[in-house]
Structures are given as C-alpha cells and as structure tokens.
C-alpha cells in the first residue's frame, strides 16, 4: 500500500480559531478532504502535514520543511495537496522541488483542484504554468495590499493586528481605535509621574511592585493571540517600554504608522523607513494626554536626552551588555563621572543582579585587550606561527577545490551514463527491471555526490572566510597599535558587543568578556 503525506496551508489570519493552538475551518476542511481522496485511492495516510499562518513564498514554513525533510528520507510515496499554491507560489520552489527533487526521490507529487500530478508526464507544462501565474499572483497581491494599506495609513486608520497599550480596536469602525480605561489609568500614570520628576527607570520598578501587567503580558492575559514569553522578566515593565510611551504621538490623538517597511513580498523582514515616510496624520482618535502633560513631559524628555556634555553619542551607546540578565546597559552620571549600568536591576526585587562600570574604565580594559592583541602580532614567535597558519589555510584549500572538481566531473559522467542507459533502454539493448534498478542507484549516487559537493562549497565558504577574517583582523588590530582613547568610529568598527559582568566582591575586578568584529 502506497503511502500518503497531506500537506494543508492557509495563509490569511483567521478570525474562526478559538485558540492559537487549534486549526482554523479552513485547515480542517482541507484535512478532511484530501483524507477522503486518499482512502477513496487505497492510500495509507502517513502524516498530515499543517502550516496554518504562513504565505505561500515563506520559506521558512516549520511543517513544509518537516515535509521535505522526511520526503528526502523516502518515508512516503505521495504529496497530497488541495491545490499547487498550498505547497508553494514561487516559481523556482515548483522547479527545485515538484520537477526536480520529488522524481528524484522517489515521491509523486499531486494535487486536486489544479490536476497537478508529476505521474503524468504531459503535465509538466501545466504545472509550470501554475507556476508562474501563482508567482504572478503572489506580487500582484502584495502590490494590491500595500497600495490599499498605503491608502488606509495616508487617511489616518490603524493598521495592525494589535492596538497600541491604552487602546484597543473600534468593534463598530473599522481601523478606529477607542481608549482601554484599564490600560490608559496605567499611561497617565506614567505620563504624570515622569511630569513629577521621576524617573524611567523608577517607574518602571513602581508598576512592577504593583504586579501591574506589562503591554505585552496585559494583550495575553485579556486573551488576544500573543507569543508565549521566550525570556526571563519578559513580563516586567522596563526602561525602553517607559521611554517609548514617553514619546508615542497615539496618546495625544495623533496616529503615526511606516516607521518600518517590508524589503521584499517574498519576506516578513522589515527595515527602519526615513522620517520623511512616515504617515502622520493628527486628530484621528480620543487622546489619553492632554495636550499641556504631553508638553511638559517632551520638555523634560528632551532635558534629560544627552548624559553626555558634549552631546554626542556615548562611546559604547548599543554596544554593552549586561552578562547576567543580557540587556542593553544605560549611561549615567554621577559628581562628573560617566557610568554604565544595568537597569533591570531597579526595575523589579530580583530581576538582575546588576552589572555596574565606569566607562573610562571600559576603554582602558578595551585598549589594553587591543594592544595585546597587537603585540601578538608583533612578536616574531607568533608571526611565524600566523604566516605558517595561513600557509596551511591555503593548502586545504587548494585540496578542497581539488576534490570538488573531481566530484563535479563524477556528476557529470553520472548524467551521460544515466542517457546512455536510457538509449540501451529504448533500443531494447537492456530491460526495463534491469533500468530502473541501475537507474536509481545511480540517482542514489548522484544524491551522494550532490551532498559531498554542498560539504564541499561549505569547507570552501569557512575557509575563505577565516582567510578574510585572519587578514582583516591583522590589518585591524595593527590600524589600531598603541591609541591612547577611543573614539565612537574605533569602537563601531572594532566591537561587536562586550558583556560586562558583576563586580568581584571584595576586589576592584569587574569580569569583561569582548566580542570583536573580527
């Protein structure tokens, strides 16, 4: 009995699940029809394979890459779906796959509403052509969405799966937000509280004490679908969440949308747009801040914007990390002195430990690394050693690129033997048992030579890139012998990250550990 792999996809938002867990109607109707298919055709149904919420160009479907994980494997005979666009829209994925790989596996691919099916050799064409008119389709759609949202964003209505804290969805106009009384008492709160003098940070650990919800965790808990927590203290208020609300234009009526916009239909990845692009559009919902709070608190705001006299982007703004709890540390300053600090630790009794550090500290610690790392360099011993390294780099590669020419000619001489049986087959010179039995071990070979070459292209990638690395890093540190301060360029070029840790009690030692860009 042949076995049977279903495969099901929607890709809308569906307003028919009751919880995120469950399979929207569509889902289920598609389930329960090509189940039926599959008992009416004397199929044993191997696994029911299910991306509900995902688009048709996403690649990164989690039970689609199971599918053909397992279909690679030979675990079944068939890929059974409604229609060619559940499995895919993209043109090159109904080549690579449905064409090329799924033959090459072993695996009939068929689906029912387009009469899809790779058994039928006269077929192909027509799955092309679904193809390319499903790929069509796909960037007429996302042109068409943008062009209506574009539209809908230039005349002031919300766009978005979530309202904004303090807000929620209008049930009778759509795109209208109405004020959430429970949520906005929390945004005056904050608002008049930072009027008052106090600070992000102190209001942040206020709410928390309280057991007052954060955004995130307030959405959960009044049942709206919202991603499960993946951190520690995800559900605690912090500075950045305070900071943002500050500055939010939403609480005085104004809606503000495309600070981030899409790089491509084919992906979810967004970019920061310019200010410029923004669509700002004033007065379209009841405000939460009057107007003369939200003055008072942009003044203030705008007071305390610049710790550092000069104005200027602190030396190691983004770029540290407290080691215990991994949050962005902040910059104060104390009788003169600049410091960097974690602010989790005052946000709430045991969200951090708390990392502390001064910052001309920092750059000593940091300039001390670099210089030893220059003086490694240097050395003769060591030089020596690097250029013996680099010798050897060279030589695997030189032995990587040998071995995938010889696997690339294997591929090759495989393709025209492959046609030669073919030939002997047509010509009656061997039989059609006999054919297929050398063919697919001869498609089994051909598997394995493809994975060595993919092995082999990924050596070579590493190797190249510790060539790079090894010669950047080189010209890198010696850029940088013997500087006395650091500039904001040095550290952008030089670090990635550095995770600063705890202060040894007792000692003056404060554990660092400095991640280079090289």
Known sequence: MEKVAIYCRLSEEDRDKKQETDDSNSIQNQKAMLVEYSIQHGWEVYDIYSDDNYAGSNRNRPEFNRLLDDAKAHKFDIVLCKSQSRFTREMVLVEKYINDLFPLWGVRFISLVDNADTANKGNKKSRQINGLVNEWYLEDMSENIRAVLTNRRKNGFHIGAFALYGYQKDPEQKGHLIIDEEAAAIVREVFTLFSQGYGKTAIARMLNERGVPNPTEYKRQHGLRYQQPKRKNSTLWKYFAISDMLTNEIYI???VQGKYGSVSYKTKQNKPRPKDDWYRVEGTHEAIIDRDLWDRVQRIVASRAKPFD????GLFARKVRCAHCGYTMRSSKNHGKHYLQCSNRHVAKDACIGSFIAVD??????IQELNALSQRYLDQDELERSI???QNLAQQKASCLKSRSKLQKQLEDSSDY???LYKDKVRGIIGEKEYLSM???LSKERERTEDQIKEANRRLEELEAQMLAGDQRKELILRYTHVEHLTREMVEILIDY???GKRVPGT???????HWNF
């Open 418 to 420: 492959l046609l030669t």
């Open 361 to 366: 500290k920092l750059e000593k610690i940091v």
């Open 310 to 313: 000069v104005g200027t982007v």
């Open 388 to 390: 013996e390294f680099d």
């Open 439 to 441: 063919a697919d071990n």
């Open 508 to 514: 003056r030692d404060v554990p660092i550990e400095i």
């Open 253 to 255: 009526g104004n809606m």
């Open 498 to 500: 550095i995770a600063v």
